[in-house]
């Protein structure tokens, strides 16, 4: 059975970080892509960056270009995501995602194609 279990959510002021985990255990993951996704209050989920399990190939969505960092630990079995320069609008319920790409690359690779996704851990950013 597939688990991934996200951990490191918190309450944080702007300006400051937070670093994300997100554990993942049940199957090998090569070939797949491990995203992170969020949902503020009353939107939708949206993309919020993505890394291949077996190339270190890296996408980010433009709101969080410069500022976020996804890396993966193999040996862990572990994917994180570094939040820096945190923002209020940064504000949502983060959840870990997995997919399988194949030889897609991360930019085409669609919300729903991630099969795989934890229970989300809260990051809220204070003003």
Do not use: H
Not at 16 to 34: E, H, K, P, Q, V
Not at 56 to 73: C, E, L, M, P, Q
Not at 86 to 98: G, I, M, N, S, W
């Amino acid at each position: 059975q597939v688990q991934l279990v996200e951990s490191g959510g918190g309450l944080v002021q702007a300006g400051g970080s937070l670093r994300l985990s997100c554990a993942a255990s049940g199957r090998t993951f090569s070939n797949y892509a491990m995203g992170w996704f969020r949902q503020a209050p009353g939107k939708e989920r949206e993309f919020v960056a993505a890394i291949n399990w077996s190339f270190r190939n890296t996408y980010y969505a433009d709101s969080v270009k410069g500022r976020f960092t996804i890396s993966r630990d193999n040996a862990k079995n572990t994917v994180y995501l570094q939040m820096d320069s945190l923002k209020p609008e940064d504000t949502a319920v983060y959840y870990c995602a997995a997919g399988y790409s194949g030889l897609r690359s991360l930019r085409a690779m669609l919300e729903n194609d991630y099969e795989y996704w934890g229970q989300g851990t809260q990051v809220t950013v204070s003003s």
